[in-house]
């Protein structure tokens, strides 16, 4: 008879987008059908968009570890909580160089396999009229525009009102 194998799966956004100079949560979650083990380990690997090469980002065992060189070095941290199933990692400011791919490997043994979180990142340059900005503007001016529409009907009755009164004035004076 065949035993299934276990797996642990692996949750991420698929695509994220940052601002230059900022810094960012990859967040990356698990589950796993046996209970956290004491050799569970976590890797972040990173592909540029040219996706010339894997390099590694961050390695979680027992306890998180930074790794020594690479562009990530000094600009990842754990931010993570195994208890949660939750192994995020913090990215410091963010370069358009940082464009690429990074996933999210979980090994629970003795689950085996598994499936790897994608996360797609995409650095922005810094715009200075953010989304905020255009809602309030765009529901200021359709508000501006609803009181203008407003007033040039009350403008128009108004006028309306007067013609009409001319109107009934001139039979009256015939009489």
């Given at each position: 008879?065949?035993?299934?194998?276990?797996?642990?799966?692996?949750?991420?956004?698929?695509?994220?987008?940052?601002?230059?100079?900022?810094?960012?949560?990859?967040?990356?979650?698990?589950?796993?059908?046996?209970?956290?083990?004491?050799?569970?380990?976590?890797?972040?690997?990173?592909?540029?968009?040219?996706?010339?090469?894997?390099?590694?980002?961050?390695?979680?065992?027992?306890?998180?570890?930074?790794?020594?060189?690479?562009?990530?070095?000094?600009?990842?941290?754990w931010?993570?909580?195994?208890?949660?199933?939750?192994?995020?990692?913090?990215?410091?400011?963010l370069?358009?160089?940082?464009?690429?791919?990074?996933?999210?490997?979980?090994?629970?043994?003795?689950?085996?396999?598994?499936?790897?979180?994608?996360?797609?990142?995409?650095?922005?340059?810094?715009?200075?009229?953010?989304?905020?900005?255009?809602?309030?503007?765009?529901?200021?001016?359709a508000?501006?525009?609803?009181?203008?529409?407003?007033?040039?009907?009350?403008?128009?009755?108004?006028?309306?009102?007067?013609?009409?009164?001319?109107?009934?004035?001139?039979?009256?004076?015939?009489?």
């Amino acid at each position: 008879a065949l035993w299934p194998v276990a797996a642990v799966e692996v949750y991420t956004s698929k695509e994220v987008d940052a601002v230059n100079g900022t810094n960012l949560r990859l967040k990356c979650t698990f589950s796993s059908s046996s209970p956290v083990s004491q050799h569970l380990s976590v890797t972040w690997n990173f592909q540029p968009e040219d996706q010339s090469f894997h390099e590694p980002v961050f390695y979680y065992f027992r306890e998180p570890y930074k790794l020594p060189a690479g562009r990530f070095k000094e600009r990842v941290t754990w931010d993570g909580n195994i208890e949660r199933h939750d192994v995020s990692i913090l990215l410091w400011n963010l370069q358009p160089t940082d464009n690429g791919t990074f996933t999210c490997q979980v090994k629970n043994p003795p689950d085996v396999g598994g499936t790897i979180g994608e996360v797609r990142l995409r650095v922005v340059q810094k715009v200075h009229f953010s989304e905020i900005h255009f809602l309030a503007v765009a529901i200021g001016s359709a508000c501006v525009l609803m009181i203008i529409v407003v007033i040039v009907v009350i403008i128009c009755r108004h006028h309306w009102k007067k013609v009409q009164e001319k109107r009934n004035e001139v039979p009256d004076a015939e009489l």
